[in-house]
């Protein structure tokens, strides 16, 4: 599977904006897709996970409420709406993707195969 992520820039605080991830393979559709994020000097935290089965979400305790994923399985992307955000939710937001995982599982980086390049997300005060 290839991940190519995208939509990041510069926004106001309790502004919006989309980011989003395109996947290809043969198999894509039998993965689970989550984004992360990156500060700098901070490890890469979870933000969302969409499951592959049923369309199931999971979201990060800072995240929850203000940010949404979704998939688009006709264009092949996954996509991170960020609504009301905040200046520490600056960071590079990576989408990464897994053949199994299961919500024990889904805050951790090892828990998945693929990995995108990440985009920029800016969010001035």
């Known amino acids: 599977v290839q991940l190519q992520a995208s939509g990041g820039g510069l926004v106001q605080a309790g502004g919006s904006l989309r980011v989003s991830c395109i996947y290809s393979?043969?198999?894509?559709?039998?993965?689970?897709f989550s984004w992360f994020r990156q500060a700098p000097g901070k490890e890469r935290e979870f933000v969302a996970a969409t499951f592959r089965s049923g369309g199931t979400t999971f979201y990060g305790d800072s995240v929850k409420g203000r940010f949404t994923i979704s998939k688009d399985r006709a264009k092949n992307t996954v996509y991170l709406q960020m609504n009301s955000l905040r200046p520490e939710d600056t960071a590079v937001y990576f989408c990464?993707?897994?053949?199994?995982?299961?919500?024990?599982?889904?805050?951790?980086?090892?828990?998945?195969?693929?990995w995108g390049q990440g985009t920029q997300v800016t969010v001035s005060s």
């Open positions: 990464a993707a897994s053949s199994s995982l299961i919500t024990s599982t889904v805050r951790r980086e090892s828990a998945y195969t693929y």
């Open positions: 393979g043969r198999t894509s559709s039998a993965y689970s």
